[in-house]
């Protein structure tokens, strides 16, 4: 069903599966245009964590997905994960446990925010998604760009600035220069367990068989891969339910 | 343990290029030393070489420096390969 709720920014839309009552899954999507790639891939996950039970909630965050918040006016990660915190605290209200689950730049907002446990795949630090979106800048400019990359050039005066368009989106230049400090949670803040492709040689709780689906240039799923993640996310919030 | 064998990191580009371009497991098996990529493969524009970069990167545990990404590296799929096996020894 589609619910919402409600940040200091305005409301923002959330996709809800499963019983209404019990443990909540709050997902956070990756970032960008990545999340265009995976989004059917997670929702996947989803329904498949509704047949074993347990519920989760896909918010909607400012600058993302259906979101009315312009992007570019976003300044920081930080903005995000206190939108994806007031959805955590909806269900906390309620007086149900909430896990973080969240994929690739999603672990970016989760860390502000009191969870039971967090899980997380393939994540990516701000750092790599920052050479990311300056890659794929690059890429579309077919020219390499300076350190001060997201500024115009001279900087003649401190901003606004203009936002800088990647790959469709309007980032804020001051939201690129935030993700050179941002950086995930560890697992000193609480239970947190992490997969990765069996692809990738970082380290983590599993490796698992399976296709990047968020490098890949158009959105795609992948069914055997949605089963095993969500079969992983219902044991882990069964551990951590004790 | 990272990958530094010649023919481990060539497979692992096909397999970057398998994943990330959508493209056959027949197909990017038939790639060899001289079959040309950009320019040539048509689902290797400049937005994908940006995701087949940095999965190498991920894959292999490397970093790619942008002065490195040019036309030379990314001209066949033997460069490539040879590019990403070279970082892999350092």
């Known amino acids: 069903m589609i619910d919402h709720y409600d940040w200091p920014g305005g409301r923002e839309a959330m996709l ?4 209404a009552d019990g443990p909540v899954v709050v997902v956070a999507m990756p970032l960008f245009e990545e999340a265009n790639r995976t989004r059917a ?3 996947t996950i989803l329904r498949m964590l509704a047949e074993r039970g347990i519920a989760s909630a896909l918010p909607d965050l ?17 903005e995000m994960g206190l939108a994806f915190e007031r959805a955590v605290d909806g269900f ?5 446990k909430t896990y973080g689950v969240a994929f690739r730049s999603g672990a970016l907002l989760d860390r502000l925010v009191a969870l039971h446990g967090r899980w997380h795949f393939a994540p990516q630090n701000a750092g790599d998604l920052l050479r990311d ?18 500024y115009p050039d001279p900087v003649l005066v401190d901003g606004p600035h203009p936002p800088v368009e990647i790959a469709g989106n309007l980032i804020a230049a001051d939201f690129l220069t935030n993700l050179k400090v941002d950086t995930p949670l560890d697992t000193e803040d609480g239970p947190l367990r992490t997969v990765r492709l069996d ?5 983590a709780d599993r490796h698992v068989p399976g296709a990047a689906l968020w490098r890949r240039t158009e959105p795609d799923n992948d069914l055997a891969l949605a089963e095993l993640l969500a079969e992983d996310i219902a044991a882990w919030v069964r551990t951590c339910e004790g | 343990m990272l990958p530094d064998g010649t023919l481990e990191v060539e ?24 079959t040309l990529l950009f320019g040539a ?20 545990g490397i970093l790619i420096e942008d002065d490195e990404v040019d036309g030379e590296m990314l001209e066949s799929f033997g460069s490539l390969a040879r590019f990403a096996a070279s970082k892999a020894r350092r």
Do not use: C, H
Not at chain 2, 28 to 34: L, R
């Open chain 1, 92 to 96: 906390w209200g309620q007086g149900r």
């Open chain 1, 199 to 203: 692809t990738d040689p970082k380290a």
């Open chain 1, 133 to 150: 979106l300056k890659r794929i800048k690059q890429a579309s400019l077919g020219q390499p760009l300076p350190e001060f990359w997201q």
């Open chain 1, 62 to 78: 400012p600058g993302q997905g259906e979101s009315l918040v312009p992007l570019e006016t976003v300044p920081s990660t930080d």
């Open chain 2, 11 to 34: 497979n692992i580009v096909r397999g970057v290029l398998r994943d990330v371009l959508g493209i056959s497991e027949a197909r990017t098996a038939a790639f060899d030393e001289e």
């Open chain 1, 16 to 19: 809800r599966f499963g019983p």
């Open chain 1, 41 to 43: 891939f997670v929702v």
């Open chain 2, 41 to 60: 493969l048509p689902e290797l524009d400049s937005l994908a070489v940006a995701g087949v970069l940095t999965e190498i990167e991920d894959r292999l």
